[in-house]
């Protein structure tokens, strides 16, 4: 028998969903999996498929010990962090990306809000003005260290050139020299609406207080149910795209739903489903890390 030859995409892939269910963020609640709405019949009949998919795929079963919300998400963007992470250093286009954590004041573009800030912080009356907390803090960035001028080529700019290029953030030897943000992954579990409202809100904050060129904005869940995607993959201007976990289990699902039961509210979530896809406003986790090395 010919063995299958597996990739280091599909091995990523294989490894996020493993650990999601080890960790226990995908797991079940009174028989229900964690991504799903209970209340909402077809997010969970949705869930149900693509639970099966997986555990089918994996040989692994879901257990019943289920996370506290808060622990959920942490977990979450920590197995997202580690497949960019580990997918990235695969890619060879764009070697130099890198994956991090922390408040956005760590990052070039954003390096002025820390003293807009600690001003905030110390005057009640520009609280008042200007409102609450600046400094973000996103679930995932993918940054790029500043280069030296040696880095750029042999040529490109030599001791001569010293007073060219003063303002650009990616020399070494410009102010502020700190790590230039490239992306901002937002991990959102599952998308209630308050989720997708946050998603958004963080979006335009990045956009708005940014200096320079504006990092690429996205988001990754885990949510089953189309309409909840489509309140945050419909549109344009704030978050560039949206990331399943898994996608195409869940286009699977949703078929498979749809064709079981062919109500018009189904139809309707495979139609919203299709749209986003077609669009291109909905991917697959797998299409993520290709994204972020561009």
């Known amino acids: 028998m010919r063995l299958r030859r597996v990739g280091a995409l599909r091995t990523a892939r294989d490894e996020l969903h493993r650990r999601l269910i080890s960790k226990r963020a995908l797991a079940l609640r009174n028989g229900v999996p964690t991504i799903a709405d209970a209340d909402s019949k077809m997010s969970s009949a949705i869930a149900q498929e693509v639970v099966a998919t997986l555990t089918h795929r994996l040989g692994v079963a879901l257990s019943t010990e289920v996370l506290s919300d808060q622990s959920q998400g942490s977990v979450f963007a920590v197995i997202v962090k580690d497949f960019i992470e580990a997918v990235l250093a695969r890619i060879k286009v764009g070697g130099w990306l890198c994956v991090s954590g922390g408040t956005i004041d760590r990052y070039a573009q954003y390096a002025h809000l820390g003293e807009i800030q600690r001003l905030i912080n110390t005057s009640p009356e520009l609280r008042l003005t200007l409102g609450g907390d600046y400094i973000i803090a996103p679930d995932v960035v993918v940054y790029r260290e500043p280069l030296r001028d040696d880095q750029f080529g042999e040529g490109v700019i030599d001791a001569t050139d010293q007073d060219l290029a003063k303002s650009t953030f990616i020399r070494q030897g410009n102010p502020p020299a700190l790590p230039v943000m490239h992306a901002s992954v937002s991990c959102k579990w599952t998308l209630r609406s308050d989720r997708a409202q946050n998603a958004r809100t963080e979006a335009l904050n990045l956009l708005r207080l940014r200096k320079g060129r504006a990092p690429a904005i996205v988001v990754v869940t885990g949510e089953p149910l189309p309409s909840r995607l489509a309140s945050l993959a419909d549109g344009t201007g704030d978050v560039d795209r949206v990331y399943h976990v898994a996608l195409y289990e869940v286009q699977t699902a949703v078929d498979m739903v749809v064709k079981a039961n062919p109500t018009a509210a189904g139809r309707k ?13 909905l991917a697959d986790i797998s299409d993520l890390p290709f994204d972020l090395a561009t």
């Open 269 to 281: 979530q495979k139609a919203d489903l299709a749209r986003m896809v077609d669009g291109r406003r």
